[in-house]
């Protein structure tokens, strides 16, 4: 009776691909658990919001006076240039 594992008289090389599937299944696994739930418990969707300003943040406030017409652009451009002399630029790059 021929079984797999008989290729004239021992294993054949398909008994290799048991171990590569194994460490494959284990190194898939692993990736996945880092991308969602090891990094900061907030998986994928931590963090995207990037480097806004949040709360009372002088950029924040600054940009919600423009948002709702208390100031008008040259008056945002005008105070966002001294926050940005004050404070310096935030985020990569150097964008604000």
Do not use: C, N
Not at 45 to 74: K, Q, T, Y
């Amino acid at each position: 009776m021929q079984t797999l594992a008989s290729w004239h008289g021992g294993p054949g090389p398909w008994i290799l691909f048991f171990p590569l599937i194994w460490a494959a299944v284990v190194i898939g696994a692993v990736t996945f658990l880092r991308r969602t739930v090891w990094r900061g418990r907030g998986g994928p969707w931590r963090g995207m919001d990037g480097g806004r300003p949040a709360g009372d943040a002088p950029l924040a406030v600054l940009g919600r006076r423009f948002a709702s017409g208390e100031i008008d652009e040259d008056e945002y451009w005008r105070r966002l240039s001294v926050l940005e002399e004050q404070f310096g630029r935030t985020g990569k790059g150097g964008a604000a």
